[in-house]
């Protein structure tokens, strides 16, 4: 995951934009309330299973982002982070184009 897109997930986690953690991530989507997931790139079968199925079955797109304990550090968490929920929708949109630029390099 690029640093740029990283950057705008810590800016979500200081606004409170996002939805921290599997369980909080599988129930934010049940109630439709995010616009991306970010799954740590060595996230654990459950976690594979619980949320992607589930953001898939309700049309939130997902994206793979770094391994869990880096993705915790750059949103402020001291333990490692399996899965990160995006509610606000600009916010989603400029991760998900500063990975597309990113795949375009």
Do not use: W
């Amino acid at each position: 995951m690029r640093d740029a897109a990283l950057g705008l997930l810590g800016l979500g986690a200081r606004n409170r934009g996002l939805v921290i953690g599997t369980a909080a991530v599988r129930a934010a989507l049940q109630q439709s309330d995010l616009a991306l997931v970010v799954v740590a790139s060595d996230a654990s079968q459950r976690t594979d299973e619980k949320v992607i199925r589930l953001a898939r079955a309700t049309g939130v797109p997902v994206v793979t982002g770094p391994p869990a304990s880096v993705l915790a550090g750059r949103i402020g968490q001291r333990s490692t982070v399996q899965a990160v929920g995006v509610r606000d929708r600009h916010l989603a949109v400029g991760i998900r184009g500063s990975l597309m630029k990113q795949e375009e390099s």
